[in-house]
């Protein structure tokens, strides 16, 4: 019984490092864990308190005022005049009826802005994430194609000293069989190196510390794309780095529109309460002031703004026109790619595994030169790299347009 348990234990281990973690699931983590992410949304609670604050009245001034008569010194004449008093009093500026609004308008738009922003960061973040763990199932399928070929190459091996064995083929033969293990061994670890490196990408995306279990990603299956003109439109509309732009065009718009209504008139009030000794009358004074706007500056203010307008606006355009290119060299690689792992599942790959499992068979029975069982091999291999690695660039390209327009393809 107790043995029964270890086993059950160790086979519930290898079961648990073998599991495959799925890209969604990763994405939901980085949205939640990295801290770049994170710092956006911060920035996005940061901003909402802009609003509450552009809105407000400037602050209230209190005020105390004292004046002497017949001396410097305080209280002086207090009692035998009645210029002499103790005051108290408060103002306030008032602007002119709608820039309170306007300032909170303009203020409003850095929280559009920010959540753009934060969009930016977070698509950035994922694509990246996308890439490194299209990279490690690359390299983790490209490991088990090469350990698999290990076995072929130890079969090729075997099969060239039993014929130099019994003198019916050449030393040489053994000696490229075996540079042919040692050649799959270099490849094998340049892959892992390769998984490695994708590891620690995915890790410092996911906030994960360093040293915690590798992630076994999910075999990669091919993607199909929806049409350009559809691609086209959604870059347009959804791109994150172009929602900044028109949050901030938005944005500057109300700030055209402030600055036109700063042409008008300010106000103040003022109240203040004098006392005088007890024999003499108190003094109550109210005040109403008009504060006129510099008109140069104004205007200089109006034209800075509509300017921040139109340089926001052909920045757009000029950012719209390069992520086209951006797409477009995408959108090829992706439907390049779709046409060679056609070509590679249903032509290449087929053909080749069945001409080394003729070669095979041929060279143990002596119908077959090492030099053709030789070629058969590193083609089928290579034909299976190659295929993986344009798999994964594939999928790699789909990522890159993925964050281009700010939407998950299906």
């Known amino acids: 019984m107790g043995n029964l348990c270890i086993w059950l234990v160790l086979v519930g281990s290898a079961v648990a490092q073998n599991a495959t973690t799925s890209l969604q699931a990763l994405i939901t983590e980085a949205r939640q864990g990295n801290p770049a992410i994170r710092a956006s949304e911060m920035a996005v609670a940061t901003a909402r308190y802009a609003p509450k604050q552009a809105p407000a009245l400037p602050d209230t001034e209190f005020m105390v005022q004292h004046f002497s008569v017949g001396s410097p010194r305080p209280f002086a004449g207090y009692s035998n005049s009645d210029f002499a008093y103790i005051g108290l009093g408060a103002s306030q500026e008032l602007p002119y009826p709608g820039k309170l609004a306007l300032r909170a308008s303009v203020a409003e738009h850095e929280i559009a802005i920010s959540s753009a922003e934060k969009d930016v960061v977070a698509w950035d973040a994922i694509t990246r994430l996308k890439l490194a763990y ?17 076995q072929t190459a130890e079969q090729m091996v075997q099969a060239t000293e039993a014929r130099y064995r019994v003198g019916q083929g050449a ?24 998984g490695a490196q994708a590891q620690a990408t995915i890790k410092a995306l996911l906030n994960r510390p360093m040293a915690s279990p ?14 350009t003109e559809t691609l086209l439109q959604e870059l347009a509309d959804k791109n994150p780095d172009l929602q900044v732009n028109t949050q ?8 055209v529109e402030l600055a036109a209504r700063e042409k ?17 009358r108190d003094y109550y004074m109210a005040t109403f002031s008009i504060k006129l706007p510099n008109r140069s500056r104004v205007r200089a203010m109006q034209g800075e703004a509509q300017a921040k307008v139109a340089q926001t606006e052909s920045e757009k355009q000029a950012r719209l026109k390069r992520m086209e290119g951006d797409l477009g060299e995408q959108i090829a690689i992706a439907q390049t790619s779709e046409q060679q792992l056609k070509v590679y599942d249903d ?3 087929p053909q080749s595994e069945a001409a080394l499992n003729a070669g ?3 060279y143990s029975a002596g119908k077959q030169d090492y030099q053709g069982l030789l070629a058969s091999f590193t083609d089928t291999l290579q034909l299976a790299i190659e295929r993986e690695r344009t798999l994964a660039e594939h999928e790699s390209a789909i990522a890159r347009i993925e964050g281009l327009i700010g ?3 299906q």
Do not use: C
């Not at 490229?176 to 799959?184: D, E």
């Not at 901030?248 to 700030?255: C, L, P, S, Y």
């Not at 008008?264 to 003499?280: C, I, L, N, R």
């Open 134 to 150: 299209f990279q490690l199932a690359s390299s983790q399928q490209l490991v088990a194609i090469l350990e698999k070929d290990q």
């Open 264 to 280: 008008k008139p300010d106000f103040g009030v003022q109240y203040m309460w004098q006392h005088t000794a007890s024999e003499f």
């Open 360 to 362: 095979l068979a041929g």
């Open 214 to 227: 590798d992630i076994v990603a999910e075999n990669l299956h091919e993607r199909r794309l929806p049409a």
């Open 407 to 409: 939407e998950e393809l």
């Open 248 to 255: 901030r065009i938005a944005q500057g718009h109300a700030a």
């Open 171 to 194: 030393q040489g033969d053994v000696l490229r069989a075996q540079l042919q293990q040692t050649k799959l061994l270099n490849e094998l670890s340049m892959q892992r190196r390769e």
């Open 347 to 349: 032509g290449l790959i």
